[in-house]
């Protein structure tokens, strides 16, 4: 073994020293990394605060924005930035297409299982088995097969127009000026730059006027006759009149299009000082009935002569005196595109109600009740296919599986239907369309035998439908070789939509006279609405030629119609203002 150098000792005391030292900075490099750590975890947790404040703030922000959105449709206005997810496509669900049939529905009455009573038809679900693109149902409640995110053909949401914009020119400017006398820092003499102008919405209180009719009244200067002549009235809707035509179009506007109850304009009278009786406004109203009647009865003639008419009722309750309680009337519906005709009897199996439909010579699109074919056995009926889905929805909750497959068919046919709807498609080219649905219905029609000749029991609710279906079967399918048949009954149903908020502000009609002048103002009202005119202005406009002046204007009902009126030019109205701006 070599002998240790002399100054080993101080080579290790050196290599010692050393050690501690890298000892002493491992530990300060530690303490200083611990320090570290615990920052970046105090900031770690922080950032997740705020992170979950922040996600906090946007859900907030997103429901305020929703809240605004529904006020803003609420109140009739345009949406300035419109929900993006509003128009997204349903995600894919895939084309399902039932490749053993199973059992489904059956009803002891001719009516389908429905989940509720409301009136609005709506249809859901996956897509068919014979079509990939998803189903999505439209706005109105309709079912429509949805878009294809990467099909460039499909049309593009429209953007609302409105919000932010400028205040229209048409509208009356109150233009206001704001001077400037001093300088608004030092309080000095100012001068002259220029006028900074901004416009904003405003609104004025509606007021009722005196409007103070002077007649000039002259003596013939030729002495053989010497007779007084006195200058005509205007047009009044009766004589001696104390309401103009435009007072009692303003009560029928705010009644029958804004949905007012007669107290509620009773009270908005009396907040100007003018004290009107309820027993006043019914007058007016019965006044209005009587010159809007023809209109009304020229609807439901050209309702007849087209090709086919959506019908379908709803309760209205009365007022019968020597009645406990309040009566459960009938309102029926008739409407086809832009013509709305109600009718009111005090049941669903008047004699009137079958007179009615028994003198319509063109399809009949409605509900498949007994009634109804008793009451026209002359008539073609064409059925709703919306019932059927609705009814099949609801059955969901028993039979998931089944429901669906039987969806799946309405899901494909509503698709088909879409795809003819954008492409604009009518008669024989929306025939040969819907050709591609037969493949489909027949499938449906093995679906439906399988299902109701299967095990399920009689309750079964997808029996019921499936039995349903094959006992009402050319009446639903008739849209197959009939371009003019719509799918559904939805159209008619939405009618119910306006009457039903009236119904529920008005309770009751308030006797039978009553229920037929609501029938016929709402009529009258709903297809000036459909027009897209000013319903206030059209009604002042025909009140003036059918009340003292009908001689004078020589009009027949024809003439006086929403259609006749839009053709005019729609004078004196809100359209007519905005042309001339």
């Given at each position: 073994?070599s002998e240790l ?5 101080r080579?290790f005391d050196?290599?010692e020293r050393?050690r ?7 530990d300060r490099?530690q303490d ?8 970046l ?6 950032l997740r605060a705020?992170?979950?404040m ?10 305020s924005?929703?809240?605004?959105r529904?006020?803003r ?17 349903v ?18 009455t001719d ?5 509720s009573?409301?009136?609005k038809?709506t249809?859901?679900g996956?897509a ?12 109105d409640g309709?079912?429509?097969?949805s ?6 053909s ?7 127009v409105g919000?932010r914009g400028?205040p ?25 730059r220029?006028v900074e ?5 405003s609104?004025?209180?509606?007021q009722v006027?005196?409007r103070?009719i002077?007649?000039?009244?002259v ?19 009766c004589?001696?009149a ?5 007072f009692?179009?303003?009560i029928?506007t ?6 007012m109850?007669?107290?509620r304009?009773q009270?908005?009278?009396?907040s100007q000082?003018?004290?009107v009786?309820?027993?006043?406004l ?6 209005a009935?009587?010159l809007?009647d023809?209109?009304d009865?020229?609807?439901?003639r050209q309702l007849?002569?087209?090709?086919y ?7 209205l ?5 020597g009645?406990p309680?309040a009566?459960d ?11 709305t ?11 009137e109600l079958?007179?009615r439909l028994?003198a319509i ?8 009740e007994s ?8 008539v073609?009926?064409s059925?709703c296919?919306?019932h059927?889905?609705r009814?099949?929805?609801?059955a969901a909750q028993v039979?998931?599986?089944?429901a669906?497959?039987g969806?799946a068919?309405?899901?494909?046919i509503y ?5 003819a709807?954008e492409q604009g ?7 040969t ?6 493949p489909?219905v027949?499938?449906l029609r093995r679906?439906?035998n ?7 029991p009689?309750?079964d609710?997808?029996?019921?439908v ?5 006992r009402h079967?050319?009446g639903?399918?008739?849209?197959l070789?009939d ?18 908020k009236l119904?529920?502000?008005s ?5 039978v006279?009553?229920?037929?002048r ?15 005119l000013?319903v ?6 025909m009140f ?7 001689g004078?204007y ?8 929403p259609?006749?009126y839009?053709?005019?030019?729609c004078?004196?109205?809100?359209q007519?203002e905005r042309?001339?701006?």
């Amino acid at each position: 073994m070599s002998e240790l150098p002399s100054d080993w000792k101080r080579v290790f005391d050196r290599l010692e020293r050393d050690r501690d030292d890298q000892a002493a900075r491992a530990d300060r490099l530690q303490d200083t990394l611990d320090r570290v750590a615990d920052q970046l975890a105090h900031q770690t947790d922080e950032l997740r605060a705020i992170t979950k404040m922040l996600r906090r703030r946007d859900a907030q922000l997103a429901k305020s924005e929703a809240m605004v959105r529904k006020l803003r449709r609420q109140l009739g206005l345009d949406d300035p930035d419109p929900d993006p997810g509003s128009a997204a496509a349903v995600p894919d669900a895939g084309a399902t297409s039932p490749s053993t049939p199973s059992p489904v529905l059956a009803h002891s009455t001719d009516d389908p299982p429905e989940p509720s009573t409301t009136t609005k038809a709506t249809t859901t679900g996956t897509a068919g088995p014979d079509a990939t693109p998803d189903a999505v149902t439209s706005s109105d409640g309709v079912e429509q097969g949805s878009r294809n995110p990467q099909d460039k053909s499909a049309p593009e949401r429209t953007p609302r127009v409105g919000g932010r914009g400028r205040p229209p020119k048409h509208l009356h400017a109150d233009v206001e000026t704001h001077t400037v006398s001093a300088c608004g820092c030092c309080g000095g003499r100012v001068l002259q730059r220029d006028v900074e102008e901004t416009e904003v919405f405003s609104a004025v209180k509606a007021q009722v006027r005196r409007r103070v009719i002077r007649r000039q009244r002259v003596i013939c200067a030729n002495p053989l006759c010497g007779k007084p002549t006195t200058a005509p009235m205007p047009p009044m809707p009766c004589e001696r009149a104390l309401f103009d035509c435009a007072f009692i179009a303003w009560i029928v506007t705010m009644k029958f299009a804004y949905l007012m109850p007669l107290d509620r304009i009773q009270a908005m009278l009396a907040s100007q000082g003018v004290i009107v009786s309820i027993g006043t406004l019914v007058h007016l109203v019965e006044r209005a009935t009587s010159l809007a009647d023809a209109v009304d009865g020229e609807h439901m003639r050209q309702l007849r002569a087209g090709k086919y008419v959506c019908f379908d009722g709803t309760g209205l309750k009365v007022l019968i005196p020597g009645q406990p309680k309040a009566w459960d009337g009938y309102l029926e519906v008739y409407t086809r595109q832009e013509l709305t005709v109600f009718q009111f009897d005090l049941t669903k199996h008047a004699d009137e109600l079958r007179d009615r439909l028994s003198a319509i010579t063109a399809v009949l699109v409605t509900d498949a009740e007994s009634r109804n074919k008793a009451g026209a056995p002359n008539v073609e009926f064409s059925n709703c296919n919306a019932h059927v889905v609705r009814a099949l929805r609801a059955a969901a909750q028993v039979q998931p599986v089944l429901a669906k497959e039987g969806r799946a068919f309405f899901e494909a046919i509503y698709d088909v239907e879409e795809r003819a709807r954008e492409q604009g498609l009518t008669g024989a080219a929306l025939r040969t369309a819907r050709q591609e649905c037969r493949p489909i219905v027949e499938n449906l029609r093995r679906w439906l035998n399988v299902v109701a000749d299967g095990d399920l029991p009689p309750s079964d609710p997808v029996r019921k439908v499936a039995k349903y279906y094959l006992r009402h079967w050319d009446g639903l399918t008739r849209f197959l070789d009939d371009p003019e048949v719509p799918l559904d009954n939805n159209e008619a149903e939405r009618e119910f939509q306006r009457h039903a908020k009236l119904r529920l502000a008005s309770l009751f009609a308030g006797s039978v006279e009553g229920a037929h002048r609501w029938a016929t103002l709402l009529g009258v009202v709903r297809t000036a609405q459909k027009h897209g005119l000013d319903v206030q202005a059209y009604l002042t406009w025909m009140f003036e030629r059918r009340g003292t002046h009908r001689g004078r204007y020589g009009l027949s009902a024809k003439d006086l119609t929403p259609a006749a009126y839009k053709a005019s030019g729609c004078p004196g109205s809100l359209q007519a203002e905005r042309r001339a701006a």
